[in-house]
């Protein structure tokens, strides 16, 4: 997508010119996934599939929002309203969220504007497209009205978009991503200090390859919020006798010596899910440091076993792609990522086996869930940007 061609859109829409043009990335996971709000470590990236956005001033309060993906029209809004909307207009709300918090700090956002936007990210994929929109609004909002905001505080604006405003009590992982991210790395991220470090994604002859189910979901129907529930009332029951703050503190050896505390096999299998896979993405990003693909790969596999088996959020469309990639050549590994329940997986594929690998998926995945999935290669990029 091109900036002339979003420019183009902008005038058709608004009948002016606009401003600037702005990107937003998506982001994928390597390993770490519904460890953020547990406190763990995570291991995301930004990618080349996301949110593009076209800013225009407009000298009276309204708000105007287009975008050039859902059918319907321009929602509109005072920049002083902070009403939830409902709906077929909730996903203004990623916009309107990050609007109200920052004019909460900051007084000069004195004036509405127009905004068209343009996804190439799948909506419902699981690649992250709300935290790219609050992102996208948060820089738009700090580079057009000149606010003395940084990254990190963008991004903890974006989660509490999503946690008050929205309702999703998610942790900070995607909004991270998607506006700190390096290209050709990965950020090593603690969620629990966000002390965070960039690594290299180096694959040598291997690429990673996104596959979307197309199964439509919004995770904050889901059951995203029970499992956060249930994660919280283990970590409970463990601090009667532990001195820990989140479950992100601890090893699977302390874990099972006092999992007579929690006695509920629930929320036992929804913290073992939390504290292994903490345990397994150190374990992976050190094995990708030392250049060991090949365990990096079996941890990816652990990582959608333990999702499916210990935290249940895979479901028959995960499962069969996790499953089919594994069995596929040049395969080093294979997992869902996201929220799970529909969405996204990711596979570590081989260069020279990519387009077979797609074609033998593909069809296992249209044969077993009878649509088709949607494959992308994905290129690791730089955080939220004006382009």
């Not at 036992?268 to 345990?279: D, I």
Request: one cysteine or more; glycine letters at 8%; aromatic letters at 10%.
């Amino acid at each position: 997508m091109n900036k002339e061609e979003l420019l183009t859109e902008y005038e058709k829409t608004f009948n002016e010119n606009g401003q600037d043009v702005f990107f937003s990335p998506g982001r994928i996971n390597v390993i770490g996934e519904h460890t953020d709000y547990n406190g763990g470590h995570v291991f995301p990236a930004a990618i080349s599939l996301g949110v593009y956005g076209v800013y225009g001033p407009r000298d009276d309060t309204k708000v105007r929002l287009y975008s050039g993906d859902v059918d319907g029209d321009v929602v509109e809004f005072d920049i002083n309203d902070t009403t939830v909307e409902k709906d077929d207009r909730f996903w203004a709300n990623y916009f309107k969220g990050m609007i109200t918090y920052l004019r909460e700090k900051y007084d000069n956002i004195n004036h509405g504007f127009n905004l068209y936007i343009k996804a190439n990210l799948p909506s419902g994929s699981g690649l992250s497209s709300s935290a790219a929109i609050e992102m996208l609004m948060g820089i738009i909002l700090k580079d057009e009205f000149n606010l003395d905001v940084d990254r990190i505080a963008l991004a903890k604006m974006g989660q509490r978009t999503e946690n008050e405003f929205v309702g999703l009590n998610s942790g900070i992982m995607d909004q991270f991503a998607c506006i700190m991210g390096k290209k050709d790395s990965a950020i090593f991220l603690d969620c629990n200090t966000l002390e965070y470090e960039y690594k290299p994604l180096a694959l040598g002859d291997y690429e990673i390859i996104i596959m979307a189910t197309n199964k439509p979901h919004t995770l904050a129907d889901s059951a995203y919020n029970d499992r956060v529930r249930e994660c919280h009332d283990a970590l409970e029951k463990l601090q009667q006798k532990l001195d820990v703050k989140s479950l992100g503190e601890l090893d699977n050896d302390t874990l099972d010596e006092y999992s007579y505390l929690i006695n509920d096999e629930t929320e036992l299998k929804r913290a073992r899910h939390a504290v292994s896979e903490n345990q397994r993405t150190l374990r992976a990003t050190k094995a990708m440091q030392d250049g060991d693909l090949e365990k990096l790969g079996r941890l990816i596999d652990a990582s959608h076993v333990s999702l499916h088996y210990d935290y249940e959020v895979t479901g028959d469309e995960l499962d069969t792609l996790a499953e089919a990639s594994w069995k596929q050549p040049g395969v080093l590994g294979a997992r869902m990522i996201g929220g799970g329940f529909g969405g996204s997986a990711i596979a570590i594929v081989k260069k020279s086996e990519a387009e077979n690998f797609k074609q033998n998926v593909g069809k296992i995945y249209r044969d077993k869930i009878g649509y088709d999935a949607s494959f992308y290669d994905a290129e690791i990029v730089d955080g939220t940007k004006k382009i």
